[in-house]
């Protein structure tokens, strides 16, 4: 199993509610640093990393396994970004990354 998927995008626009809402799902606090999702900026956009493995403080996605069929990072995420986000949550699952832009580490 791969320790995290990383996708750029220039789609997110790094308002990082996504951070907030998966914090809030594990440990009931809006804390970025615990989040299984983190938003780096880099030069054409974000990076998105979705960490698949615990990883010091940061928990390791569970895909909002007990708040029903909707992910929470992508329930609370902008309206621009939603699908592409969704998306990379499908080829993280289904493991095809290098078709779809994604980068496995």
């Known amino acids: 199993m791969k320790k995290s998927f990383v996708f750029k995008s220039s789609q997110c626009t790094g308002c990082r509610a996504c951070e907030l809402a998966c914090s809030m799902h594990h440990r009931k606090i809006f804390d970025p640093n615990v989040s299984s999702i983190h938003i780096n900026k880099v030069e054409d956009g974000f990076e998105i990393v979705i960490n698949n493995m615990k ?51």
């Open 55 to 105: 990883s010091g403080q940061r928990l390791a996605c569970d895909l909002c396994g007990n708040e029903g069929k909707e992910k929470q990072c992508v329930k609370y995420c902008s309206p621009l970004f939603k699908k592409e986000l969704e998306k990379y949550f499908d080829i993280m699952v289904g493991g095809n990354t290098e078709k779809d832009g994604g980068e496995s580490i």
